[in-house]
């Protein structure tokens, strides 16, 4: 299925996020740094063990996720990928480094070691549930491809408090997920669904 119309949808939307907030956690549409760290913290436990990796950030926004990476001393090699040309022009801005690279064409990511998804699968907008989930396992697919040791990607979790619901997001099945991951992709995935966000992340480990 070509999804192509759902991404001019998404590109869209942040690109108004990034006009309107600048390269910022609300700009990448996160109610708070707070919330953006948090999230990462629990999409790097996949990569955590290795002193050294290279890494595919899949929906890389302005690349909030290099300045984090470098906080917390990791070496890596680090290549990100974003729909949204304003937002790879903003990265590129913001992070110049050998080690660094940022690409709007989806055909240049390279294998890496691990690849982190945060916040893609998230804003549906008029899109219905069921050609967003698929839409979602065809992107877990393509990430897959590119992971050669592992990955990780979060997604709302339908176990959200209806009244805070929005109309314009997916709220995933975390079971599903874990499902879909462990019979098609490997036998160690892991399910994060402890911290205080309406959400869960899954890892995927491969052999």
């Not at 907030?21 to 740094?33: I, K, L, P, Q």
């Not at 906080?71 to 290549?79: D, I, K, L, S």
């Not at 022009?89 to 660094?100: N, P």
Request: proline letters at 1%.
């Amino acid at each position: 299925m070509d999804y192509a119309g759902i991404l001019d949808d998404v590109r869209e939307y942040y690109d108004g996020k990034l006009r309107e907030h600048g390269a910022t956690a609300r700009g990448v549409d996160w109610n708070s740094v707070d919330s953006q760290r948090l999230r990462f913290s629990q999409l790097v436990k996949v990569c955590e063990s290795d002193l050294s990796f290279s890494i595919n950030d899949y929906g890389c926004g302005y690349g909030a996720l290099v300045d984090y990476l470098t906080e917390t001393g990791a070496a890596f090699r680090y290549h990100g990928f974003d729909v949204s040309d304003s937002m790879i022009a903003k990265a590129r801005e913001l992070h110049s480094s050998a080690s660094v690279v940022f690409e709007t064409d989806e055909r240049l990511l390279q294998p890496a070691d691990y690849t982190v998804a945060s916040g893609i699968f998230n804003v549906r907008l008029k899109c219905g549930n069921g050609v967003w989930t698929e839409y979602v396992v065809a992107t877990l697919d393509s990430i897959n491809r590119i992971s050669t040791r592992g990955f990780a990607f979060n997604l709302l979790t339908k176990y959200s408090d209806a009244k805070f619901r929005r109309a314009d997001l997916y709220y995933a099945d975390p079971l599903f997920f874990f499902d879909y991951c462990k019979t098609r992709y490997s036998r160690f995935v892991s399910l994060i669904h402890d911290y205080a966000l309406y959400e869960f992340t899954v890892l995927v480990r491969k052999e």
